[in-house]
């Protein structure tokens, strides 16, 4: 079999009878990738991928599964497949010394990598919203003077001197690699770590050309980065990232989003599209409903996590935009919380669409602190024995 016909996940003279008996006896007949591509291209996989991206849980959650039998750190410990995820490479660099501002017997202000201002609980800081108290950019100068001295699309300092030959180990690989440009790559998730999400709001309209300034200096920094990674390696994802909505509707109107951030996102994907990049996605979390067919225009064909409490429906997402938009995640995290029954409902709620194709099952968000260990274990013994 060919490289490329192994990589699309193809298998040829495959039957469905052998398929479904292999399925059934747990036996793989395709690698990570090829099971990756046979499900994004709505092939014929052995069964669907076995993943949980939000990976680790919250703190609070990780310290509860230690109390109760033993926190695992890897998904693969749980039978889950092999991807190489690399979302660390986009964040300013050097990252902003942390340095505390103030504290009382409750709350730390300080510095955060970002340049970001934020005040935090002490007592499990990560499983609450910081308050932001200042951003690092006010004026035009302070975002040149930002860009200039953390953008820098420098990939040696980014991943270290021997990026080279670390980006070549994946070239010969059996698993998808999905590179996600996380906090830093997406044309209003970039900007409101810049300004702060109320000002960037006010901002496409009090001074639109500075939010085209700044979406523009994003996009070329992307390409740049990526213009490096793939002369040294494919990619199977590239991952925006924007988290631009809120529980009943995203922060700005479609009509500014296709504006602003259109062709921005057309920037990077022609240019990834034009150097092998096979899909592109977008995480944001929140109702992002109406923005869809902004991003799909822009040729992002996966989406995810897809929030269940945000009335993200995953079954009816599928039956509103077709199978040329992917789907990753949308399994409510909060049955986990309730028991097996309501797992198992849940499951069987989603299963006709792991059956479509297109789609991977996985967690609406972290598993909560509420989620008994032996829970957690259940939902995903449950659900790869559905995949």
Known sequence: MS???????????????????????????????????ATMNYGHP???????????????????????????????????????????????????????????AGTVTFVDPQGIVMR??????????????????????????FWKERMRPDISERIGPDWREKLRRHRARDYPLVVIADRWGGFFGALRNLVGAERLCTLFYDDPAFVEEMMEADADFLVAMLSQILEETDIDVFGFWEDMAYRTAPL??????????????????????????????????????????????AGIDILYHFEVQAEMDVLAIRRKYGRDLR??????????????????????????????????????????????YENYRYFLSQLRSIL
């Open 252 to 297: 700005i109107s479609p009509a500014l989003a296709r504006k602003f951030m259109l062709p921005r996102y057309r920037k990077v994907i022609d240019f990834g599209r034009s150097r092998g990049v096979h899909f592109f996605g977008l995480d944001s979390d929140g109702n992002i409903d109406p923005l869809i067919p902004v991003w799909m225009e």
């Open 3 to 37: 490289r490329e016909a192994r990589r699309r996940g193809l298998r040829a003279g495959v039957s469905y009878s052998v398929l479904d008996a292999n399925r059934f006896l747990g036996i793989s007949l395709m690698t990570d990738l090829e099971r990756f591509n």
């Open 46 to 104: 052995d069964r669907a991928p076995f993943r949980e991206f939000m990976w680790p849980t919250w703190p609070e959650t990780a310290a509860r599964w230690a109390r109760e039998g033993g926190y695992i750190e890897r998904q693969t410990d749980f039978g889950c497949d092999r991807w190489v995820v690399e979302s660390t490479w986009f964040f300013p660099s050097p990252p902003f010394e942390r340095r505390i501002v103030e504290e009382d």
């Open 327 to 372: 789907i990753w995640g949308g399994v409510d995290k909060r049955p986990l919380a309730q028991g097996r029954a309501e797992i198992d409902r849940e499951l069987a709620r989603i299963a006709p669409l792991i059956r479509e194709g297109g789609y991977i099952p996985m967690l609406d968000h972290s598993a909560t602190p509420d989620v008994p």
């Open 120 to 145: 935090e609980f002490k007592t499990n800081p990560l499983s609450s919203m910081p308050q932001f108290i200042r951003f690092p950019v006010e004026t035009r100068e302070d975002f040149r003077k």
